[in-house]
Structure formats: structure tokens, C-alpha cells
């Protein structure tokens, strides 16, 4: 049974950074995702790579600021956010077995980020 499990995230600063993590479980992932969703909005695409990292994609109010890895060893996902914004609060997901922008079928419990000024 596949099982992903957030960890990191928090209250933190304007322009201070946070590492998300997240342990997979179940089964070997190709395209793994990060995902947000801000109160009253609805989801967003964050930030996608595929397996070997040859190919990585980034919203445009992200980009420059966040980093997507992954441990391919541990199975553990990672988003590291630098330059935090108060607009980059939300809570966020990580996502296995998709499709570039297009979310699988697998989804993390969700993590609060909140970023004050």
C-alpha cells in the first residue's frame, strides 16, 4: 500500500527558509510533485521532477526560490524553500505517480507553511 508522509514545514519569517520532507512508502515512484493550497484557493502545481532529476519544472512564482529533490535510496521526497514570502503560505502536499503538472493518484497528509511579515 503506498503511503507518503509529510514532515518540516511551520511558522516562519519573511525571507527565512524551510525544508519539507516526505518519506514514500509502497512502491518505487517515477514523477514525484509538490502541491499547495492557500486558504480559499484551490490547489496549485508547485514543483515536479522526474526520476533521475534530468527534468525538473517550477511555477513561475516559485521559481529561483524553491528546490525539488528526492533521495531515490530512502524514497523521500524534498522541497527546499528559500526566501519565503507571505504569499507562500499554505498548506502543502506532496504527490507520486503523475504526470509533469498533473497530480497522481498519491497524496501526502498535507503540511501548514505560514510565512509572516
Known amino acids: 500500500q503506498v503511503q507518503l508522509v509529510q514532515s518540516g514545514g511551520g511558522l516562519v519569517q519573511a525571507g527565512r527558509s524551510l525544508r519539507l520532507l516526505c518519506d514514500a512508502s509502497g512502491r518505487t515512484f517515477g514523477t514525484i510533485a509538490w502541491f499547495r493550497q492557500a486558504p480559499g484557493k484551490e490547489r496549485e502545481f508547485v514543483a515536479t521532477?522526474?526520476?533521475?532529476?534530468?527534468?525538473?519544472d517550477y511555477a513561475d512564482s516559485v521559481k529561483g526560490r524553491f528546490t525539488i529533490s528526492r533521495d531515490n535510496r530512502n524514497n523521500t521526497l524534498y522541497l527546499q524553500m528559500n526566501n519565503l514570502k507571505p504569499e507562500d503560505t499554505a498548506v502543502y502536499y506532496c504527490?507520486?505517480?503523475?504526470?509533469?503538472?498533473?497530480?497522481?493518484?498519491?497524496w501526502g497528509q498535507g503540511t501548514q507553511v505560514t510565512v509572516s511579515l
Open positions: 521532477m522526474n526520476w533521475r532529476g534530468s527534468r525538473k
Open positions: 504527490n507520486v505517480a503523475g504526470e509533469g503538472r498533473v497530480p497522481g493518484d498519491y
